[in-house]
T-cell receptor, first 112, second 117 residues
Framework: NAGVTQTPKFQVLKTGQSMTLQCAQD?????MSWYRQDPGMGLRLIHYSVGAGITDQGEVPNGYNVSRSTTEDFPLRLLSAAPSQTSVYFC???????????FGEGSRLTVL | AQTVTQSQPEMSVQEAETVTLSCTYD???????LFWYKQPPSRQMILVIR??????QNATENRFSVNFQKAAKSFSLKISDSQLGDAAMYFCAYRSAATGANSKLTFGKGITLSVRP
C-alpha cells in the first residue's frame, strides 16, 4: 500500500518556468489537499478538493492551479514560477469526517 | 476563520523526562477535531494523536497524551519518558467537522523539540 505519493521530491526552476507537482493516493480518499511549508509559517493550505471534479482555494492559492479528474490524482501546477514559491510542498489526503490527514513525503522546490 | 497558536518556538527536554507542548486555538464551532503532528528531520509528517471535541476523555497514545480544555480552547501535548527519537518539530492542527470544509487542517507554526541525552 503506497499511501500518498508525491513527485518529484526535489526540483530547481528558473523564474518564469512552469511545472507540475504530481500527487497520487491509492486509499480511495475523497479529500485531497496541497500545503506549502515555509520556515516560521507552519503549513498553509494552497488548494483542496472534496472529490473528483471539485476543487477550491485555500489560504494561499495565487500562482497555483489544481485539477481533480480522478479520485486518485491531484496535481499542483505552477504557472510561472517566482522566487516566493520556493518552499516545501506537501500533498495530503483523508477519507472523510474527522480523520487525520495522510501526507506525502514532500517536494522541495527552489526557484532561482 | 479558525486560528491555531503555538507560542513557544523551541523547547528542550532531558532524556527520560516529561515535556508539555502548548497549543491554543480560536473557533466559534462546537464540533471539531484536534491533532498533533510530528515532523522529524526526514520531513515526513506523522500523526501523533487525535482528539474529538465532543469527547471529554483526553486522548492517549503510548507515551503521548493530551490535555484538552475545550472551554479554554487549549490542547497541549505531553510526552512522557522522552526519547532521543522524539526530537522533531511538532505541529498542532485544527479540523472543522462541518461538511464541505472538513478536508482542511489549520496548522500552528510549530515548535522545535530537542532532547538532551
Amino acid at each position: 500500500n503506497a499511501g500518498v505519493t508525491q513527485t518529484p521530491k526535489f526540483q530547481v526552476l528558473k523564474t518564469g518556468q512552469s511545472m507540475t507537482l504530481q500527487c497520487a493516493q491509492d486509499m480511495n480518499h475523497e479529500y485531497m489537499s496541497w500545503y506549502r511549508q515555509d520556515p516560521g509559517m507552519g503549513l498553509r493550505l494552497i488548494h483542496y478538493s472534496v472529490g473528483a471534479g471539485i476543487t477550491d482555494q485555500g489560504e494561499v492559492p495565487n500562482g497555483y492551479n489544481v485539477s481533480r479528474s480522478t479520485t486518485e490524482d491531484f496535481p499542483l501546477r505552477l504557472l510561472s514560477a517566482a522566487p516566493s514559491q520556493t518552499s516545501v510542498y506537501f500533498c495530503a489526503s483523508t477519507k472523510g469526517r474527522g480523520g487525520g490527514l495522510f501526507f506525502g513525503e514532500g517536494s522541495r522546490l527552489t526557484v532561482l | 476563520a479558525q486560528t491555531v497558536t503555538q507560542s513557544q518556538p523551541e523547547m528542550s527536554v532531558q532524556e527520560a523526562e516529561t515535556v508539555t507542548l502548548s497549543c491554543t486555538y480560536d473557533t466559534s464551532e462546537s464540533d471539531y477535531y484536534l491533532f498533533w503532528y510530528k515532523q522529524p528531520p526526514s520531513r515526513q509528517m506523522i500523526l501523533v494523536i487525535r482528539q474529538e471535541a465532543y469527547k471529554q476523555q483526553n486522548a492517549t497514545e503510548n507515551r503521548f497524551s493530551v490535555n484538552f480544555q475545550k472551554a479554554a480552547k487549549s490542547f497541549s501535548l505531553k510526552i512522557s519518558d522522552s526519547q532521543l527519537g522524539d526530537a522533531a518539530m511538532y505541529f498542532c492542527a485544527y479540523r472543522s467537522a462541518a461538511t464541505g470544509a472538513n478536508s482542511k487542517l489549520t496548522f500552528g507554526k510549530g515548535i522545535t523539540l530537542s532532547v538532551r541525552p
